[in-house]
């Protein structure tokens, strides 16, 4: 008989009789399901099995007609290699029955006789509650928008998850087995052991905040909540990235510091003016009084400049406190920067050299073109004064979108179009205590007599009144940088061709037009009939609306105001297109009003006032030879 043959018949009669009560007796109260396989892995005992199945279905078959699909080749080396080497081992099987996908443990051992192996005990257990926690487990570390971290005692990194990885930029490789103290602010390295020795000693340690470097040299601001595992000594914490909440917090605090010296100064220049009022005007009472050629005249005369001097101090508080008015209109910025360059160039020594870099295709502002010199002459003041032995000072201008997701980097910017102005020096740059102070009033590092520490809040007013943004970036040794940010208007200024080149175009299509204005109504007529057009005149929404209604012939293009009484251009324009669904509509409009602009249908084509006939007439006939789809 064979060397297997005589194992197999020892299993079989160890299994018969007293052999088998014997088992049933131990392993039949067990949860697990214990089974007996001899060489051929064949079942020779089970204590019991799955529902559906009895013994006597399982006992006398092979083991493999209870492995599931795809576990079939995993299981029989893991039976193959017990039999072989008497180690054992295990794997792991899924089996799905009538109540679902099961996960079952399964531990595989030798049985030996006389030092040989002659059958295997396999012992099965069910783990699908354990593995679906487990995986749950894995599932919300990985995918947690917190930071999830756990080290060592001894401040290694054992475990992060991917989110705090990628907010630090970080591959998770790079950094784990790491000390995590070596990610922290210099600064914040003290308190950071001390609140990690803290939880060590069992504390719970909760809303701790420090800044963690990114890869890319940036810090981030982290608020933490930890504690400790008291079996293996490990640190759990969680931690969820502040730094917009602490900049935006920062930046509300300055906003609210800045509006109340703002309010002051406007109530103090007021005061001020009304008493430099009467300083000056008894001044020049005075001298008219007194003889020519006295020393009280000299002493009048400079009460007077004194008085001059204060009342420049007052203009320059009111525009700091927002209260001068605003005369808008549509600048384009690169040429108010090319007018300017001729005084600028006046304002700075010859060993300061300035350039400057106009954007093509800038978009234009809306804004007070005078309050806008007075910014751009106060930033290059201010960078010459930086730059006492010479440098070089830049005017840039460019176009740039904020998103809502770029406020991660940017948390001052409001998401919008925007030109940019930047004015760069090469000076003596700011500390960041300076920086912060930068746009105070009176505040100044110049010497008495320099400066009234008036410039840059002058400047922060008038950009704050015009709904913009301005940040600096300054380094100790390097320079500033002031950048203005503008919001771009709706209206982009081209130039317009000189209407002597080409002849304007002309039609004989229909026009209705809506023009409450009558000096303007009639100037639009006579242009328009003047090109070949026949001219249906509204002097109001209304009045357009019972035109068209009363015209029965096709009417090619509506031209609207957008500003009308009693119904706006807009809304005209909805109920005309109601009455015609082949329409087209042309908008002009006397202001850049965002309020009414935004009122307009999304790519509605506006003409600004006030236009050139040739460029009425140029946008008509575009408007009239593309498609009414797009109306």
């Given at each position: 008989m064979r060397r297997g043959a005589e194992q197999d018949d020892v299993l079989l009669r160890w299994l018969t009789g007293d052999g088998y009560a014997t088992l049933d007796a131990i392993t039949g109260g067990a949860l697990d399901v214990i089974g007996v396989l001899d060489r051929d892995l064949v079942i020779r005992y089970v204590?019991?099995?799955?529902?559906?199945?009895?013994?006597?279905?399982?006992?006398?078959?092979?083991?493999?007609?209870?492995?599931?699909?795809?576990?079939?080749?995993?299981?029989?080396?893991?039976?193959?290699?017990?039999?072989?080497?008497?180690?054992?081992?295990?794997?792991?099987?899924?089996?799905?029955?009538?109540?679902?996908?099961?996960?079952?443990?399964?531990?595989?051992?030798?049985?030996?006789?006389?030092?040989?192996?002659?059958?295997?005990?396999?012992?099965?257990?069910?783990?699908?509650?354990?593995?679906?926690?487990g995986a749950d487990r894995d599932r919300f570390f990985s995918l947690s928008l917190d930071m999830l971290v756990v080290a060592a005692a001894t401040g290694h990194l054992k475990r992060i998850?991917?989110?705090?990885?990628?907010?630090?930029?970080?591959e998770m490789s790079e950094i784990i087995d790491t000390p995590f103290i070596n990610l922290v602010h210099p600064d914040d390295r003290g308190p950071t052991v001390e609140a990690f020795n803290n939880v060590l000693r069992g504390n719970r340690v909760t809303d701790f905040e420090n800044r963690y470097r990114r890869k890319d040299g940036q810090y981030r601001v982290f608020s933490w909540r930890s504690t400790v595992d008291p079996i293996t000594?490990?640190?759990?914490?969680?931690?969820?990235?502040?730094?917009?909440?602490?900049?935006?917090?920062?930046?509300?605090?300055?906003?609210?510091?800045?509006?109340?010296?703002?309010?002051?100064?406007?109530?103090?220049?007021?005061?001020?003016?009304?008493?430099?009022?009467?300083?000056?005007?008894?001044t020049a009472l005075a001298l008219e009084a007194l003889p020519h050629s006295t020393d009280l005249e000299?002493?009048?005369?400079?009460?007077?400049?004194?008085?001059?001097?204060?009342?420049?101090?007052?203009?320059?508080?009111?525009?700091?406190?927002?209260?001068q008015p605003l005369r808008l209109m549509l600048v384009d910025l690169n040429e108010l920067v090319r007018n300017l360059m001729k005084m600028l160039r006046r304002l700075l020594p010859e060993n300061i050299a300035i350039d400057s870099i106009a954007a093509p295709e800038l978009?234009?502002?809306?804004?007070?073109?005078?309050?806008?010199?007075?910014?751009?002459?106060?930033?290059?003041?201010?960078?010459?004064?930086?730059?006492e032995?010479?440098?070089?000072?830049?005017?840039?201008?460019?176009?740039?979108?904020?998103?809502?997701?770029?406020?991660?980097?940017?948390?001052?910017?409001?998401?919008?179009?925007?030109?940019?102005?930047?004015?760069?020096?090469?000076?003596?740059?700011?500390?960041?205590a300076v920086r912060e102070r930068a746009f105070e009033p009176f505040f100044t590092t110049k010497s008495a007599h320099k400066g009234s520490g008036l410039g840059?809040?002058?400047?922060?007013?008038?950009?704050?009144?015009?709904?913009?943004?301005?940040?600096?970036?300054?380094?100790?040794?390097?320079?500033?940088?002031?950048?203005?940010?503008?919001?771009?208007?709706?209206?982009?200024?081209?130039?317009?061709?000189?209407?002597?080149?080409?002849?304007?175009?002309r039609g004989t299509e229909t026009i209705l037009l809506a023009e409450d204005e009558e000096m303007v109504r009639r100037a639009v007529v006579h242009i328009l009939e003047g090109a070949g057009y026949r001219v249906l005149s509204a002097v109001n929404g209304l009045d357009a609306i019972r035109l068209l209604r009363e015209h029965e012939e096709p009417v090619h293009l509506v031209v609207l105001d957008v500003v009308m009484p009693e119904l706006g251009g807009p809304e005209?324009?909805?109920?005309?297109?109601?009455?015609?669904?082949?329409?087209?509509?042309?908008?002009?409009?006397?202001?850049?009003?965002?309020?009414?602009?935004?009122?307009?249908?999304?790519n509605a084509d506006v003409v600004a006032k006030p236009f050139r006939p040739k460029e009425l007439l140029s946008r008509i006939r575009s408007k009239l030879d593309e498609s009414p789809t797009r109306s």
């Open positions: 204590n019991w099995t799955v529902p559906g199945l009895t013994r006597e279905d399982v006992v006398g078959h092979s083991v493999f007609n209870l492995v599931p699909p795809g576990y079939q080749d995993a299981a029989r080396a893991t039976y193959t290699e017990v039999l072989r080497t008497g180690i054992g081992t295990h794997l792991e099987t899924m089996y799905s029955d009538a109540t679902g996908l099961r996960i079952w443990d399964v531990r595989v051992g030798p049985i030996r006789f006389e030092g040989e192996v002659i059958g295997l005990v396999v012992i099965t257990t069910e783990v699908t509650a354990q593995r679906r926690a998850n991917p989110a705090f990885g990628e907010t630090l930029g970080y000594g490990d640190v759990y914490a969680v931690a969820r990235d502040i730094t917009v909440h602490r900049t935006t917090e920062a930046q509300l605090h300055q906003a609210q510091k800045m509006d109340a010296v703002g309010q002051l100064a406007g109530g103090i220049a007021h005061d001020f003016n009304n008493l430099l009022q009467a300083i000056l005007g008894n000299d002493y009048l005369h400079e009460i007077e400049r004194a008085g001059r001097r204060a009342s420049e101090l007052t203009v320059q508080l009111l525009a700091f406190s927002r209260r978009a234009s502002v809306s804004a007070d073109p005078t309050q806008l010199e007075q910014v751009i002459v106060n930033l290059c003041v201010n960078a010459r004064d930086a730059m032995g010479g440098g070089r000072l830049t005017l840039e201008t460019s176009n740039v979108v904020f998103k809502e997701q770029d406020r991660e980097r940017h948390p001052w910017a409001k998401p919008g179009r925007y030109v940019v102005l930047c004015v760069t020096d090469t000076g003596l740059g700011m500390t960041d840059l809040s002058t400047v922060y007013g008038i950009v704050q009144q015009h709904d913009g943004m301005i940040v600096v970036d300054s380094e100790v040794g390097k320079g500033s940088t002031f950048r203005v940010y503008l919001r771009a208007d709706t209206r982009v200024v081209k130039p317009v061709e000189d209407e002597s080149r080409s002849p304007s175009p005209t324009w909805e109920r005309l297109r109601s009455l015609r669904k082949d329409l087209r509509v042309l908008f002009t409009s006397g202001y850049a009003d965002r309020q009414n602009l935004q009122r307009l249908p999304p």
